[in-house]
Antibody, heavy 116, light 112 residues
Framework: EVQLVESGGDLVKPGGSLTLSCAASGFTFNNAWMNWVRQAPGKGLEWVGRIKSKSDGGTTDYVAPVKGRFTISRDDSKSTLFLQMNNLKTEDTAVYYC???????WGQGTLVTVSS | DVVMTQSPLSLPVSLGQPASISCRSSQSLVHRSGNTYLNWFQQRPGQSPRRLIYMVSNRDSGVPDRFSGSGSGTDFTLKISRVEAEDVGVYYCMQGTHWPKTFGQGTKVEIK
């Protein structure tokens, strides 16, 4: 069974940093393009970024609001995806989900709250 | 970015009645591979989203056959043939053809 477990969410002050993790199991992680998607409280879904598999170059892409502040990385030996978030803004407050490129399945998400 | 526009945004439906959600994209979703990467997701209250339909019309495992997807190019539809109480939630279309992937605003389905 494919499982994704996100962790690392916390309350952080504006301008602060945080790193999220996503532990994957039940599929060949190193072959998968992986993504982060977020959902602000009471709002819709927004793609944050993706990382390709190493065999496809391992490159990353981000949406404009997070480019230059967020970094996605992966540790294939541990089937773990990371999202490093710097210079956090109040508008980054959201539940963050990791998921494979096809959009299935979703984990439970981890809540990041940016507030002074 | 490709803009995904859903309608209606709110859909009150009586139990056992059909429901239909429209999703229109600002650009064609036909990929150079020939595939169309249009997915539908359901988010029940208090839960994470789950994918219902992938590549326009393919139901995910475990999804009841009362859910169906159709469409092509820039115009897509999710239909529920007979709404049940467990179908209450928000439904999102999402395009995966162009980067960045984008979602529609969501359609809230509730029981009338």
């Amino acid at each position: 069974e494919v499982q994704l477990v996100e962790s690392g969410g916390d309350l952080v002050k504006p301008g602060g940093s945080l790193t999220l993790s996503c532990a994957a199991s039940g599929f060949t992680f190193n072959n998968a393009w992986m993504n982060w998607v977020r959902q602000a409280p009471g709002k819709g879904l927004e793609w944050v970024g993706r990382i390709k598999s190493k065999s496809d170059g391992g490159t990353t892409d981000y949406v404009a609001p997070v480019k230059g502040r967020f970094t996605i990385s992966r540790d294939d030996s541990k089937s773990t995806l990371f999202l490093q978030m710097n210079n956090l803004k109040t508008e980054d407050t959201a539940v963050y989900y990791c998921l494979p490129d096809g959009g299935n399945p979703w984990g439970q998400g981890t809540l990041v709250t940016v507030s002074s | 970015d490709v803009v995904m526009t859903q309608s209606p945004l709110s859909l009150p439906v009586s139990l056992g009645q059909p429901a239909s959600i429209s999703c229109r994209s600002s650009q064609s979703l036909v990929h150079r591979s020939g595939n169309t990467y249009l997915n539908w997701f359901q988010q029940r209250p208090g839960q994470s989203p789950r994918r219902l339909i992938y590549m326009v019309s393919n139901r995910d495992s475990g999804v009841p056959d009362r859910f169906s997807g159709s469409g092509s190019g820039t115009d897509f539809t999710l239909k529920i043939s007979r709404v049940e109480a467990e179908d209450v939630g928000v439904y999102y279309c999402m395009q995966g053809t162009h980067w960045p992937k984008t979602f529609g605003q969501g359609t809230k389905v509730e029981i009338k």
